[in-house]
């Protein structure tokens, strides 16, 4: 399998991410702070504690699902989180191409904007819906598998499209 870096984060991801975090964090410690302790209403400490627990539980979350690198093999495409890896079948890939604009004009369905990393799942009308595993989005490579769409952000976009034309000799990278 070749081996390949996520993108550097940007000054946007690095900076939304240290908003982010300083604010969770705050939010954690202000309502952990104003818990009300030994009242007489019933869970108002339980319930106080399960708030405040909520902004820290986001930040762990999101930072296990950093993406940190892509593996590219045979078959399949995995993404590097922190302690896992997500996997994708490359089955039908037909496509794949270097697109800095991908994300453009994309919303978001369901997923993560930007929290030490973007992925989810997004809608554009250039792409349709797909699912982002991005760290940066000016390295955007976009791959076109059977009824989906993946889009990546590795360090190296031109060499993660010639390791990923080595076990599809056919694939068609030229951009759109």
């Known amino acids: 399998m070749s081996q390949f870096r996520a993108a ?5 991801l690095k900076v939304i991410s240290l908003l982010a975090t300083a604010v969770l964090a705050g939010v954690g410690w ?4 104003v818990i ?4 007489r209403v019933p869970f ?4 106080g504690t399960v708030v405040s627990t909520l902004p820290p539980l986001i930040l762990v979350v999101a930072l296990l699902f950093v993406v940190t690198g892509y593996e590219v093999g045979p078959s399949e495409l995995r993404i590097r989180r922190l302690l896992w890896s997500t ?3 490359l089955d039908g890939l037909s496509r794949a191409w270097a697109d800095p604009k991908a994300m453009s004009c994309s919303f978001r369905i369901w997923g993560n904007g930007g929290l030490y990393s973007i992925t989810g799942y997004f809608q554009s009308k250039a792409l349709g819906r797909y699912r982002a595993f991005v760290t940066d ?3 955007a490579v976009v791959l076109v598998l059977a009824g989906r769409t993946v889009v990546v952000s590795p360090a190296e976009p031109r060499a993660f499209l010639q390791a990923l034309s080595l076990p599809f000799p056919g694939l068609d990278t030229a951009p759109r």
């Not at 009300?36 to 009242?39: D, F, I």
């Not at 108002?44 to 319930?47: C, D, I, R, V």
């Open 44 to 47: 108002a400490e339980t319930f």
């Open 8 to 12: 550097p984060w940007p000054t946007s």
């Open 137 to 139: 989005p000016a390295c």
């Open 30 to 33: 202000a309502t952990w702070r």
């Open 36 to 39: 009300p302790r030994g009242t």
């Open 87 to 89: 996997r994708v079948r």
